[in-house]
C-alpha cells in the first residue's frame, strides 16, 4: 500500500470517527433531556399534589405533623 493510500485510508476513517462521535454527543444530548424532562414533570406533579398526599396519609387532629 503506497503512503498516499494509506493516507487517505487513515484520513476518511477519521472523518467517519468524527462523525460517530457528533451523532453520539447528540444522542447523550437527547437522553439526558428526556430524563430531565421526566424528572422535572415528577417534581411539579409531587409538589402540586403534596397537600392533597399529606391529608390522606397524615391525621388531621396532630398539627404537628398534618401539614393540611
Given at each position: 500500500?503506497?503512503?498516499?493510500?494509506?493516507?487517505?485510508?487513515?484520513?476518511?476513517g477519521s472523518h467517519d470517527m468524527s462523525k460517530t462521535k457528533r451523532n453520539n454527543i447528540w444522542t447523550v444530548i437527547g437522553a439526558s433531556s428526556a430524563g430531565t424532562l421526566i424528572?422535572?414533570?415528577?417534581?411539579?406533579?409531587?409538589?402540586?399534589?403534596?397537600t392533597i398526599i399529606a391529608g390522606h396519609y397524615f391525621p388531621?387532629?396532630?398539627?404537628?405533623?398534618?401539614?393540611?
Open positions: 500500500m503506497s503512503s498516499t493510500a494509506a493516507q487517505s485510508s487513515h484520513h476518511s424528572e422535572w414533570y415528577d417534581f411539579y406533579i409531587f409538589g402540586s399534589l403534596a388531621k387532629g396532630n398539627d404537628v405533623v398534618s401539614y393540611c
